[in-house]
């Protein structure tokens, strides 16, 4: 949605000392970093129009794209700006503050001139043209939740001098919270009796063929750059901001089922490890403050679930929903909806802070998407209303009917950056972000365009409806029934002694974005095609491996097994153990569907499976047993011969 106005990049390590971001002084740099960051606060315009005629929706689309432009070149103003303008708003009138005011004024007369053209000319928009330049200390969505923020204890340390994040613009420490000081908040909704309980899944990979841009085709269509950082796609392999429906019903996918042509789509995770990625200097990437190296996601879940209350309607093709606000920041927490954790601790959801993960575990971004819609359009002039979330006992507002919710959850191997140097031992890890919003965890988000094959939307519902657990490798049949595996506490002791979180199924959330964490499902189920009944691994015991589909995986240049063989004690990450432990289907205490691990399409670079070991290992096999063969050759001989003599 934010529009191009350029952020100088600086080194990830740069200090008080060597200089600072955007020609800032050392002194400046040292100021900023002692007191965090400013930024500039303005009215989001695009949300507060619910009522634009479809004939000027181009137009204002392109209007509010220039909104975004106009805020993100003041930002950079404001950064390469002297001390006492980003720390006093009085100051900062004259040369950022007022100029943006009149930019914009003019922006909203030309919004209101388009919907005039069209119908009935909004009032009042000129009141949303003053913007608020907010100093650090007082720039809102930065402290953390009662949930999730941590004793003072286990608080993270100060910035101490370190540099504001690879980009210039964040993220800092304070971003930053240890996922074993967060208590468990999942909640835990009861299902009615005439619940649809089932689950669908999609596997579309892990964007392993990195298909990347700024684009936005939902919220800026023909506007390249709408976005103002860069997405990971999945499926869909034709979103770019001039894809029309129609470009988007004709385009390759890279899900496994070719029936699904929807586009998932999300920011792109970084490390601020000073790595120059290939739009390190275009716009969206490094001039906008989004910098550092691109994470391709080790394993991505693409689920449709049902509703605790009733059945699910088909989900109109070509329908739109975004979950979360990429403007958060600032904005406040109204339409948040993001979700942050570690494996093996899933109940345990964060929305204002990136988790901090003990070893041998792997950091968990879930989106749950609206699931109720309106009956009648698959857009909206704010792309808001026409979706709703189901409320804590799953009824969807009055005029809107559930529709299967969609919950992506993308898992990143990533460790726990060293906050006390400022991520030079271990680099700081962030989510792209518009510029002023800082890179801040609260601004993730989530797109999706729906384009699945009537056919295949059909065979969705019907599959949820009846309670099964269903899939491009075919379903379970519906059985609900088994026991669930270990104790369900999320606290990285899981029981099969693999990766924390790879078995463990958490229970389906209310799904209103509050402002505590929402809950996610972990992708610890196998879908072996024979019901759900079957037993769970018995805590210490190996399961029988059966024919299996897993998780979207991303390509490992040094993975010779295949990702369900492979365990990790807790504290050494990512180390392959003698014996793996598959996991088996399960639902959790409750009912419901677990989330199905799928296997990807064909992914370039992955290396071939192996069952054996190396040549060498295969020679010091053989030797025992050839100079048994020459011993017992030479007993014969001798035999023969003795033979011989006594006759």
Excluded at 484 to 502: C, H, T
Excluded at 624 to 634: F, K, R, Y
Aim: negative net charge; proline residues 8%; contains cysteine.
């Amino acid at each position: 949605m934010l529009g191009g106005g350029g952020l100088v990049a600086a080194n990830v390590y740069a200090s008080a000392s060597e200089g600072g971001w955007g020609g800032q002084s050392p002194e400046a740099t040292g100021q900023v970093k002692a007191a965090g960051m400013a930024t500039i606060d303005c009215p989001d315009v695009g949300t507060q129009l619910t009522k634009v005629p479809e004939a000027a929706r181009a137009d204002v689309d392109r209007e509010l794209a220039q909104l975004d432009q106009q805020i993100a070149a003041a930002y950079q103003q404001l950064q390469q700006s002297a001390p006492e303008i980003r720390q006093d708003p009085a100051a900062a009138d004259g040369p950022i503050m007022n100029p943006l005011k009149d930019k914009r004024k003019a922006t909203l007369d030309r919004v209101a001139d388009a919907i005039g053209r069209a119908g009935d000319r909004p009032e009042g928009l000129d009141a949303l043209a003053a913007c608020t330049m907010r100093p650090a200390e007082s720039a809102p969505g930065d402290s953390a939740s009662a949930e999730s923020t941590p004793p003072a204890a286990t608080q993270p340390p100060a910035d101490n001098g370190q540099a504001p994040g690879q980009g210039g613009n964040g993220p800092v420490a304070a971003d930053y919270t240890d996922i074993k000081s967060v208590q468990p908040n999942v909640p835990n909704p009861a299902k009615g009796s005439d619940a649809s309980g089932g689950s669908f899944t999609s596997e579309c990979g892990v964007n392993e063929n990195g298909l990347r841009n700024s684009d936005n085709v939902i919220v800026a269509p023909g506007v390249s750059n709408g976005a103002h950082h860069f997405h990971d796609y999945v499926g869909n392999q034709s979103n770019t901001a001039f894809a029309s429906d129609d470009d988007l019903a004709k385009a390759d996918t890279s899900c496994v089922d070719k029936g699904d042509k929807s586009t998932y789509y999300w920011p792109v995770l970084r490390l601020q490890n000073g790595k120059q990625e290939k739009d390190a200097g275009a716009p969206g990437g490094g001039t906008e403050g989004n910098a550092g190296e691109i994470v391709t996601p080790k394993q991505v879940t693409i689920t449709f679930e049902g509703n605790p209350r009733g059945k699910v309607a088909e989900m109109p093709r070509l329908l739109r929903i975004i979950t979360g606000d990429a403007k958060s920041f600032v904005n406040g927490p109204a339409n948040a909806n993001a979700s942050w954790s570690c494996t093996g601790f899933e109940d345990r959801q964060l929305k204002d802070k990136y988790p901090l993960c003990p070893s041998g575990s792997d950091v968990v971004r879930t989106f749950r998407f609206q699931s109720c819609w309106d009956g009648r359009n698959t857009d909206s002039a704010n792309h808001r209303t026409h979706v709703a979330f189901a409320g804590e006992d799953g009824a969807c507002p009055e005029g809107f009917e559930p529709i299967p919710q969609l919950v992506q959850r993308i898992v990143y191997d990533v460790d726990a950056p060293s906050l006390n140097d400022g991520g030079k031992t271990v680099p700081l890890f962030a989510v792209d972000s518009f510029p002023e919003q800082q890179h801040k965890p609260v601004t993730d988000h989530g797109d999706f365009i729906n384009v699945f094959d009537e056919n295949l939307m059909r065979e969705m519902v019907d599959c949820i409806n009846s309670g099964r657990t269903c899939g491009p490798r075919g379903d379970d049949g519906g059985d609900k029934g088994g026991d669930q595996g270990g104790d369900g506490k999320g606290d990285g002791q899981n029981d099969n002694g693999g990766k924390p979180g790879d078995d463990a199924t958490a229970s389906s959330p209310a799904e209103a974005p509050q402002t505590d964490a929402t809950v996610t499902p972990t992708g610890g189920t196998k879908h072996d095609g024979h019901g759900k009944g079957g037993k769970q691994d018995e805590p210490g015991k190996a399961a029988e491996p059966t024919e299996t589909t897993e998780p979207a995986q991303a390509p490992k240049s040094d993975r010779t097994t295949a990702p369900a063989d492979r365990t990790t004690a807790p504290g050494s990450k990512g180390t392959e153990t003698a014996e793996a432990t598959p996991s088996v289907s399960a639902t959790d205490s409750t009912g419901v569907a677990a989330v199905p691990q799928t296997t990807p399409p064909p992914a370039t670079g992955t290396e071939p499976q192996t069952s054996g070991g190396s040549l060498a290992e295969t020679g010091a096999q053989l030797w025992p047993a050839a100079i048994g063969v020459l011993l017992a050759l030479s007993g014969l001989v001798m035999f023969l011969r003795a033979r011989r003599l006594r006759y």
